[in-house]
């Protein structure tokens, strides 16, 4: 049962806004390395003033990423910590904070815990009819 209870959807909220904050993060973290790459082959960027980084526009992509990624980081922390003491009103929600804790654990560093999590998103979400 879904139990449809508005907790049950704040709780989704913030599983899903967290997410929706990860990938961005993830985004911005790619164009970054990339933006970075091509600054250091072209202008050698790290041996360049603060005033002589200035002078270059793709710089500024850098100071803007890095600010959103701070915002990002600050929201991410309190989605976090406003997801641990709300217990689960149904499968939804519990999908949800699993897809959350899969994000979490790098499958690099534990491959079977993040597997365990993947597979447990996939199972419950077919055992409720859902995706």
């Known amino acids: 049962r879904d139990g449809g209870s508005s907790r049950s959807d ?3 909220e913030i599983c899903h806004r967290w997410l929706a904050v990860d990938a961005e993060q993830r985004r911005l973290q ?3 390395g990339r933006v970075e790459g091509r600054l250091m082959t072209k202008h050698d ?3 360049l003033t603060s005033d002589q980084q200035a002078t270059i526009p793709e710089g500024a992509r850098l100071a803007e990423i890095d600010a959103r ?3 990002l980081e600050v929201e991410g922390h309190a989605l ?3 997801m641990r003491p709300k217990p689960a009103k149904s499968f939804a929600a519990v999908i ?3 897809s959350v ?3 979490l654990i790098f499958v690099e560093d534990h491959p079977e815990a993040h ?3 993947t597979r447990a998103v996939r199972d419950l979400a077919a055992l409720s009819g859902g995706k």
């Open 10 to 12: 704040q709780t989704l």
């Open 30 to 32: 790619l164009e970054w």
């Open 45 to 47: 960027w790290y041996k």
């Open 69 to 71: 990624l701070d915002v």
């Open 80 to 82: 976090l910590k406003a």
């Open 96 to 98: 949800a904070n699993l």
């Open 101 to 103: 804790a899969a994000r």
């Open 115 to 117: 597997g365990l999590i």
